[in-house]
C-alpha cells in the first residue's frame, strides 16, 4: 500500500533545529573541539550522501553531479570521488565563479582532479543515459532567487526523468525560512549535515524536500551539549505530553471546556470543535450557539452538553469553566462581538480561533492565558502586512505575533510553527489531506481538550498540533489525501491521543 504522508528517515532525525546562521558558525568550533579538519567533514558529508544515493537507486549507473562555487559543490566533489570509485559513471558539470573556492572545498575539487576525474563547463548538452542527479549547487547561504545560470540548472534537473539527490538542502530553498524567492531543485532525498535548519521542515519545504535524511558526521557528542532555541515536534513525542490516566480519575478531572461560536449557517463548525474536544480526552464539554443550532448538534453528538448563546448562559459557563475556546463560526457582527467581549477578561486558558482572530485584529490587546491560532491570511490581518510576508518568514511572523498579541501563538500550514515568549517549535506531522474545510475547527478543539486535560498553554498547542496532524496522516497512510474530511480525523484522532496502546490493527 502506498504511503502518502511525507517520508523520513526517522531514527535519524532529531528533535533539535538549528538557526541556519548558528550552524555555520558553529560548525568550525564543533570540528576544533573534536580535532576534526573542515575538509574531513567535507569527506564524511559527501560519503554519508553517496551512501543515501547508493541505497536509493542500486540500479543507477551514470550519475550528473551539479557543483557550485562553494561548500556545497566540494561535497558534490567529493561524491564524485566515491561514486567513480564505486564502478559508477560519473558526469560532472560546474559553475565557475572568479572567487575562489573555499580552501575545503578546493581540497576536495583537487583530490577528484586527481582521482582522473574531469570538469565539465555548466553548459554543456546533457548524456542521455543519466540515471541519479545530485544537486550540490546552493548550499544553506542563500538569501534570494537564483542567479539566472543557476536557476537554468535547476529548471534543467527538475524536468529531467532521472531522480534527484539533494546535499544539505534543496539549491533555491531557503535554509533559515523555507522560502524559495526563484526556483527550487525539486529532490526525492534529501541528506541534510550536521543538525537539522528551519527551511527543511516549514514554508515550501515539503514541495521540494522529498525524502529527508540527516548525518551529524561524528558531531554527535558536540551538538549534545549545545542549546538550541528551535524544536521539532512529532508523534513519538506524544506519550510524553499524554501519560496514561489514572484508573480512579473521573470526568471532572480531564477538564470542562467551554466552546463559544456557531452564528447562523455555522452549527457544523462550532459542532466539529466539540466532537473533537471529545475524542481528544475533554472530561464535559459545553456548546454555546445559536438556538437553532441545538437540535443538529445534539442529534449529531449528544455527548456534548449545547445551549443557546445568551449573557446569562455565557456568563455561568465563563463560572463553570476550566478552559474557553471562541471563535469557530463566530462571526463578525454585534452577536460574536458582545461574546468576545464578555469572554477576553476570563482568566483561565482560553483559545482564539476564526472569528475571534478578525475581531481581534480591528481591536488588538495582550493576553497571557491564551492561544492564538491563525492561518497565513489571519495572521496577515493581525499583523497588518501581506499573506506573502508572512510566508517569507514562518518563525519570525509568529515570534512577531507573540510580540504584539502575548501568549501562545500557533501559526498554521505545512510546517505550522508554534511560538511562546520562550520558545519555537515546528509540527513535523500532517499532510496536503488537510487543506480541506473544517480541519482549523477540529484543531481548536484538540488543543483546547488538552488544556483542560492540565497541559501548559505551549505543551497543549504543540501536542495538539501534533496529533491533529498524526490523526490526518495515519488517514493519509491509509486512503491517501484527497477526499480527506476533517470529520474523517475522529477515528484516528481517539487512537493517537492514546499513546500508550499498542497498536494491534491499522486504523
Not at 437553532?292 to 442529534?299: L, V
Request: proline residues 5%; charged residues 20%; negative net charge.
Amino acid at each position: 500500500m502506498t504511503d502518502h504522508t511525507v517520508k523520513k528517515n526517522p531514527a535519524s532525525i532529531p528533535h533539535s533545529i538549528w538557526h541556519a546562521d548558528d550552524l555555520r558558525c558553529a560548525e568550525k568550533e564543533a570540528a576544533d573541539s573534536l580535532g576534526i579538519t573542515l575538509f574531513e567533514l567535507m569527506q564524511r558529508a559527501g560519503e554519508a550522501a553517496f551512501n543515501v544515493a547508493r541505497a536509493a537507486y542500486p540500479a543507477a549507473s551514470h550519475w550528473l553531479i551539479l557543483c557550485g562555487h562553494g561548500n556545497n559543490g566540494g561535497d558534490g566533489y567529493v561524491v564524485a570521488r566515491l561514486a567513480v570509485a564505486a564502478g559508477l559513471r560519473v558526469t560532472l558539470l560546474v559553475l565557475e565563479s572568479d572567487r575562489p573556492l573555499p580552501e575545503e572545498a578546493a581540497a576536495a575539487r583537487e583530490a577528484w582532479l586527481n582521482a582522473g576525474g574531469v570538469i565539465h563547463a555548466a553548459d554543456i548538452v546533457w548524456p542521455d543515459d543519466i540515471d541519479v542527479i545530485v544537486d550540490g549547487l546552493l548550499g544553506t547561504g542563500l538569501r534570494s532567487a537564483p542567479r539566472e545560470n543557476v536557476a537554468a540548472l535547476i529548471k534543467h534537473a527538475n524536468a529531467h526523468i532521472a531522480p534527484v539527490v539533494a546535499l544539505d538542502i534543496p539549491s533555491g530553498l531557503v535554509a533559515q525560512t523555507g522560502a524559495i524567492p526563484g526556483v527550487a531543485i525539486e529532490a526525492e532525498h534529501t541528506v541534510t549535515f550536521i543538525a537539522l535548519k528551519p527551511g527543511l521542515l516549514t514554508g515550501k519545504a515539503r514541495d521540494v524536500v522529498g525524502v529527508l535524511h540527516h548525518n551529524a558526521l561524528g558531531l554527535e557528542s558536540w551538538l549534545a551539549g549545545q542549546e538550541t532555541h528551535v524544536s521539532r515536534c512529532d508523534a513519538s513525542q506524544l506519550s510524553g505530553w499524554l501519560p496514561p490516566r489514572r484508573p480512579t480519575s473521573h470526568k471532572g478531572d480531564h477538564g470542562k471546556l467551554v466552546i463559544v461560536g456557531g452564528d447562523r449557517g455555522t452549527a457544523g463548525a462550532i459542532r466539529m470543535t466539540g466532537e473533537a474536544a471529545l475524542r481528544s480526552g475533554a472530561g464535559l464539554v459545553r456548546v454555546l450557539t445559536r438556538s437553532e443550532n441545538i437540535p443538529p448538534i445534539i442529534t449529531a453528538r449528544p455527548e456534548l452538553m449545547v445551549h443557546e448563546l445568551t449573557p446569562q448562559t455565557l456568563e455561568e459557563s465563563l463560572e463553570w469553566a476550566d478552559v474557553v475556546v471562541i471563535g469557530p463560526g463566530l462571526g463578525q457582527h454585534s452577536w460574536g462581538k458582545q461574546a468576545l467581549q464578555k469572554v477576553e477578561n476570563f482568566r483561565k486558558p482560553m483559545l482564539w480561533d476564526a472569528d475571534a482572530l478578525n475581531l481581534l485584529a480591528i481591536n488588538p490587546d495582550t493576553r497571557h492565558n491564551r492561544i492564538l491560532t491563525p492561518h497565513p491570511g489571519e495572521a496577515a490581518r493581525l499583523l497588518n502586512c501581506s499573506v506573502a510576508e508572512i510566508e517569507s518568514d514562518r518563525l519570525l511572523s509568529a515570534q512577531r505575533l507573540v510580540k504584539r498579541y502575548g501568549g501562545v501563538v500557533v501559526l498554521k500550514g505545512a510546517g505550522t510553527v508554534v511560538a511562546s515568549e520562550n520558545a519555537l517549535g515546528i509540527i513535523d506531522a500532517g499532510n496536503a489531506g488537510m487543506a480541506s474545510g473544517g480541519m482549523g475547527d477540529v484543531l481548536s478543539g484538540i488543543i483546547g481538550a488538552l488544556l483542560g486535560q492540565k497541559l501548559l498553554l505551549y505543551d497543549a498547542a504543540c501536542a495538539g498540533c501534533v496529533a491533529h496532524g498524526a490523526a490526518a496522516d495515519r488517514l493519509a497512510a491509509r486512503y491517501g489525501t484527497r477526499g480527506m474530511l476533517a470529520t474523517d480525523l475522529f477515528g484516528t484522532l481517539r487512537r493517537v491521543v492514546n499513546p500508550d496502546v499498542i497498536d494491534v490493527e491499522n486504523d
